[in-house]
Nanobody, 130 residues
């Protein structure tokens, strides 16, 4: 079983940068992609960014393209860390941010669809003020 925990949420001023971390632990024997999603207040969960197992392929929602960067560190045998670097933050980036492991085949490739990911972390709140 794989566990995911997000770190780094907080209060950020518009225009600033901020980085979130997602730590995966547990049964890490199989390679899989990881995605970041967010749920703004009163809205449904939406795709933010995804990264393949190798890290060679990434994808972004149009709303964050050019501002957010996803990366991963697979070098530790005991855990995997996936980062979401967020630059030029806007108030509309305010949301609870979640990371999740790709569970639907092919699990090494990222996708934009939340239903293809399981399990999920508990989420971390990011609030951007102007």
């Amino acid at each position: 079983q794989v566990q995911l925990v997000e770190f780094g949420g907080g209060l950020v001023q518009a225009g600033d940068s901020h980085r979130l971390s997602c730590v995966l632990s547990g049964r890490l024997s199989r390679p899989y992609a990881v995605g970041w999603f967010r749920q703004p207040p009163g809205k449904e969960r939406e795709f933010v960014a995804g990264i393949s197992w190798s890290g060679n392929t990434t994808g972004y929602a149009d709303s964050v393209k050019g501002r957010f960067t996803i990366s991963r560190d697979n070098t530790d045998n005991a855990k995997i860390t996936v980062y979401l670097q967020m630059d030029k933050l806007k108030p509309e980036d305010t949301a609870v941010y979640f990371c999740a492991r790709k569970s639907l085949t092919p699990i090494v490739k990222m996708s934009e669809f939340p239903d293809e990911y399981s399990p999920w972390g508990q989420g971390t709140q990011v609030t951007v003020y102007s």
